[in-house]
């Protein structure tokens, strides 16, 4: 039972309560209260109520509800909370996450998670590990920040997302526990050093000061790149403005007081004035006088009436003026002489609209109008009607065919006999083109389809050799060494393969002039050269065809002088070489044709052994079913180069001219 005593109490070692402790007035107090002297006697009172006096930190009540053990001096800040309790629920800071910053205080001693105990928010937290703060020795008066992640450093915080907050001073280095930290939490998640004189702020993340812009406070300078301005803008580069630059005076460096800069702002030698203009006097021609301040010049009146002329005169002077003008009497061109082979070209000028006109006499034989033309022979002729009579009259070894229009002048057609060639005419318009000599030949053509095996092939005729043959199997020439001819009989060396195609054209020669030899073969292996050389020499590279290792070469591809054949680019070394060469041809021996002579002015449909000439710009279309040996014969009097050679569903190897 409760025990009242009227003298002290000694105690050496301790005194143990097993009831409650009572004030002076004998009550026992509340939770959380602490018995304080009241000079006569001691009271429970709040301890909240008791001034600091000497304390050496201020601490708040804080319940971790971070999740996780917090350890002592870890700083935290206070986390949003309905809870009805009279203590701060706090969790880690982190400089990192503007959400959990600033922080209040560091914790006073560890704290388990849903545990409670004190922050310290200003004052010392001793008996701290202080040696090292995040792996780096402090000295005292180091700066501790709030870390990035959580925890404490000694480094500030950088970067846009980096936080600064400096919650301490190292107060005792120690690498034990008897460290200590001077705590500030001032609650501000940021600070602001000093700036060097002149310059400014640069927010590129890290918050540094500018190293482009300087600023002159005291003279009132502003520095672009220059840190010395002496100017109110002092910029050291290019200035490009998208708007205008307006001042009172601009000054480039080097000028004077009279001197001038162009407007280009070029820094020659020419960029100023090197005098000043003081006054303009007017020139020859010009009206205004010497100005000295301000006036006008304008161009000096000359003795010309104003006004249009005809066929104008004129006079112009020095200075590009007319200072005389009268009409004048019409002009042209009087006479026109042009020589042999040329042509005069007459071009409308700029102001006409449309071609022009060229009147004169030309001296031609003939009445020039509306009917007449101007021919080659330098007369003029009527050419009347579509069609003309025809006669033809032997002159000599020649004939003539005569083209006689209804009216105008006859035009007279020579056909000259060339050598080994006789030209007869009947009396009856039916002229006769007949071979003078002898010899002759025909081109034959034989099929033939491999067996695989067969060596032989019966030819339809009989050429003199195989120099006389070009023999191709699936359209691929084979060179004379692979086959041999004795009369109607071609023999291979090997047999073509089976179901290959072979055709054989043969050149069927009759009545040889005696020991003609119209065909050579000269057989070589390419050394990689581009010159080989010729048993005998052909005229041009017409009377030759070189195969390459079979293969066909156009006649673009190399050239003969003499008995030298001249490749553009070397065979490959080791490709065969076989040149035929045409040393002098034979006429065909057949019977001598007729050509009969029309005169056409309309397009037409071609009969063989006719003689065309034509009279106007058509189309002549070939015989539809020509036979081997069938020709005919064009002479263009038309004056166009248009005329057409159709065809008529036969395709042509050869080239028309006309």
């Known amino acids: 039972m409760a025990q009242n005593f009227l003298s002290q109490i000694y105690a050496k070692y301790g005194i143990k309560i097993d009831d409650a402790l009572q004030d002076g007035t004998g009550l026992p107090g509340v939770a ?16 909240n109520t008791l001034p600091a006096g000497a304390a050496e930190a201020v601490e708040i009540q804080v319940k971790n509800t971070s999740g996780v053990l917090l350890t002592k001096g870890t700083p935290v800040y206070i986390k949003p909370s309905t809870n009805a309790i009279d203590r701060v629920e706090v969790a880690a800071a982190d400089a990192g996450d503007s959400t959990k910053m600033p922080a209040v205080g560091l914790l006073a001693q560890d704290l388990n998670n849903q545990a409670t105990g004190a922050a310290i928010t200003g004052g010392i937290l001793t008996n701290f590990t202080t040696d090292p703060i995040d792996g780096s020795i402090p000295t005292s008066n180091d700066t501790v920040y709030v870390k990035v992640g959580g925890g404490l450093t000694l480094t500030k915080p950088t970067g846009v997302t980096g936080l600064i907050q400096n919650i301490a001073k190292v ?42 812009v300087f600023i002159d406070e005291t003279n009132s300078y502003f520095g672009l790149n220059n840190i010395t301005p002496t100017q109110a803008l002092d910029v050291t580069g290019n200035i490009l403005a998208s708007g205008s630059i307006q001042g009172n005076s601009i000054i480039k460096t080097g ?48 003795a010309v009436t104003a006004g249009a002329y005809t066929n104008a005169n004129i006079t112009v002077d020095a200075q590009g003026r007319i200072t005389l003008a009268s009409n ?24 006409q609209t449309g071609a022009a006109t060229l009147t004169a006499n030309l001296s031609a034989s003939g009445t020039p109008n509306n009917t007449t033309f101007l021919r080659g022979d330098n007369q003029w002729v009527t050419v009347a009607g ?95 060494e692979t086959y041999s001819v004795t009369g109607t009989s071609l023999d291979f060396v090997d047999p073509p393969p089976l179901n290959v195609s072979i055709e054989v054209m043969s ?40 195969y390459v290792s079979g293969v066909y070469q156009e006649k673009s591809t190399y050239s003969v002088s003499g008995t030298t ?94």
């Open 32 to 47: 959380g209260q602490v018995l304080s002297s009241a000079g006569t006697s001691v009271v429970w009172v709040d301890p």
């Open 171 to 212: 107060g005792k280095v120690s690498g034990g526990n008897s460290g200590s930290l001077v705590v500030s939490s001032i609650l501000r998640t940021n600070d602001v050093p000093n700036l060097p004189t002149g310059r400014i702020w640069v927010g590129d993340g890290n918050t540094i000061a500018s190293t482009v």
């Open 255 to 302: 000028g004077t007081s009279v001197e001038f800069l162009k407007a280009d702002g070029s820094v020659d030698s020419n960029t100023y004035l090197t005098t000043a203009v003081t006054s303009i006097t007017a020139g020859t021609g010009l009206n205004g006088g010497t100005i000295t301040t301000t006036g006008t010049i304008a161009l000096a009146d000359t």
């Open 565 to 658: 054949l001249t490749f553009t680019e070397a065979p490959v070394t080791g490709d065969t070489i076989e040149v035929v060469i045409i040393s002098s041809a034979s006429l065909v021996n057949t019977a001598p044709a007729n050509y009969n002579v029309s005169v056409i002015s309309t397009s037409s449909l071609a009969s063989k052994n006719t003689l065309y000439v034509l009279k106007a710009d058509l189309t002549l279309t070939l015989p539809p079913t020509p036979d081997a040996g069938d020709s005919i014969k064009i002479s263009n009097l038309s004056g166009v180069a248009t005329c057409i050679i159709a065809r008529n569903g036969i395709t042509l190897w050869l080239q028309l001219r006309i």
């Open 507 to 546: 050149i069927i020669v009759s009545n040889l002039l005696p020991g003609a030899n119209t065909l050579t073969t000269d057989d070589f292996v390419s050394t990689g050269s581009l010159t080989y050389t010729l048993s005998t020499a052909p005229p041009n590279e017409d009377f030759t065809s070189v």
């Open 386 to 480: 579509t069609t003309y009579d025809y006669a033809s009259a032997q002159s000599g070894d020649n004939v003539n065919l005569n083209l006689i229009p209804s009216t105008g002048t006859t035009d007279t057609v020579t056909l000259v006999a060339g050598s080994g060639i006789t030209l007869t005419d009947n009396g009856s318009n039916n002229v006769t083109v007949a071979a003078s000599g002898s010899g002759g030949g025909t081109i034959v053509k034989d099929d033939f389809v491999g067996t695989g095996s067969q060596t032989q092939f019966i030819l339809t005729n009989a050429p003199a050799s195989n120099l006389f043959t070009d023999v191709y199997i699936n359209g691929v020439y084979q060179e004379k």
């Open 328 to 351: 004048g009497s019409p002009g042209g061109v009087t006479s026109l002489t042009a020589t042999d082979g040329t042509f005069i070209d007459l071009s409308p000028n700029t102001s």
